[in-house]
């Protein structure tokens, strides 16, 4: 069955082509989707599936009966996009000032939307149900999937799948691991307050600046003091904020960073340790200081024996060394919140594009993948309904 189906997937390819460049003309932020799921929702129906929209606020959910008997099985794809300002010099690059996708999910919609006509079209000879979750927010914090999953988005699913295209592995290649495939992420936010004045009189003043910079070279010590060297584990500052004059000593210095972990315990370690370090340095300062620590999502915990199924069909599909089985990344994903509900498995797959040369990162104003990964994605999806 399965390969006819592989087939009408190669047939409408171009027809996913096109859905997933208008998705990229016209992007939309983290929870300020309207047209998108309005597209979502309107192609499902025209395929006869029963459609549910505004899910946890702008989540969508296709709902597939097949013809015989079997699991429900739950396929997951993102479509939020970034605020980020395109630079690719293509006649679909995005329409919308200072918003573009950036990181593919406008891949991830056209594929799962593409799967969804192949298997309504032999519903009949489908096994069980399938569910096309279409998640908003995944950009964001908190992202869609908890209050998507909150407002019954499962609808008894017996197991979930996700996938993700890699701009910067090959065309070609899938990634699959057990057990921690992504880290968790936790976000910080320090606002120190000190006392202000003239630059020619520091001793007058409590310098935020100075305090927040040592306090920047204490946050480093965390990972490698206090997390066991068997635990990977990030402390990164992405943001801090101080001043603006060459006189001035500033009131204020404003922090920001995320913390990557992988295990509940070295979570918890960070925390507390953050918490101690932020509060002692300041205190030693004369300054005052806020801390608000922001928990997001989870670890992507990959169920063993149902990866053993996505490897065996990856191997299948793209020839056993062009499975990656190595470590954990360390990007997150709120694809975690569904695996603490039902048993899933997420995985990556190549999309990288052999003639460009060099592979601009997700996030990045160039990046660009290799659209024939929908077709890689979409087959593994058939695969795992169907067998």
Known sequence: MTKHLFDRLEEIYPEMVDFRRDLHMYPELSHQEVKTPEKIAAFLRELGIEVE???????????????????????????????????????????????????????????????????????????????????????????????????????????????HVMAGEELGTAKVRPGYFSSAQDDFFITIHGK?????????????????????????????RRVSPQSAAAVTVGSFVSGGATNVIPDKAVIKGTVRTYDAHSRAVIQQAMEQIVRSTCEAAGAEVELEYVQDCPSIWNDPEETKKVDKKAAALFGEEKVNRTEPMMGSEDFAFYQQSLPGVYFTIGGKIAES????????????????????????????VCK
């Open 357 to 384: 040369g060099e592979a601009y990162p997700h996030h990045h104003p160039k990046f660009q993948v290799d659209e024939r990964a929908m077709i890689n994605i979409g087959k593994m999806f058939i695969e795992l």
């Open 196 to 224: 202000g004045g003239h630059g020619s009189e520091p001793h007058l003043t409590v310098d935020p600046l100075v305090t927040g910079s040592q306090l920047v070279v204490n946050l480093q010590q965390i990972v490698s």
């Open 53 to 163: 929209t505004g899910i946890g606020g702008r989540g969508v959910v296709g709902r597939l009966e097949g013809g015989k008997p079997g699991r429900t099985v739950a396929l997951r794809a993102d479509f939020d996009a970034l605020p980020i300002q395109e630079e690719n010099e293509v006649d679909y690059a995005s329409r919308i000032p200072g918003v573009m996708h950036a990181c593919g999910h406008d891949l991830h919609t056209a594929t799962l939307l593409g799967v969804a006509k192949v298997l309504s079209e032999r519903r009949d000879e489908v096994p069980g149900t399938v569910l096309f979750v279409h998640q908003f927010a995944e950009e964001a914090t908190p992202g869609g999937a908890k209050s998507m999953i909150e407002d019954g988005c499962l609808g008894g699913a017996d197991v979930i799948y996700g996938a």
